[in-house]
């Protein structure tokens, strides 16, 4: 059942959010962002070390130039 522990990351996540918001007086949007990079560099990490998957995680961090078609250049 993976709506569980995303349901549990969820409210950590916003716990954490209004923690860091009331200790450093920083706005809303920079804590989110802030939240954004660290969660994503620790699912690429976990993934990584999981060794199950088979996908190119750098393609997440900076993109593929193949998958740009012509029409959007």
């Known amino acids: 059942m993976p709506s569980l522990p995303a349901i549990v990351f969820s409210i950590a996540a916003a716990l954490g959010m209004g923690a860091v918001q009331r ?3 920083l706005r809303s949007d920079t804590v989110i962002g802030m939240m954004w990079a660290i969660s994503m560099a620790t699912g ?3 993934i990584d070390l999981t060794g199950n998957h088979k996908v190119n995680l750098r393609s997440y961090l900076f ?3 193949l998958d740009v078609s012509t029409s959007d250049l």
């Open 23 to 25: 200790l450093t007086r």
């Open 44 to 46: 690429i990490i976990i």
């Open 63 to 65: 993109g593929n130039i």
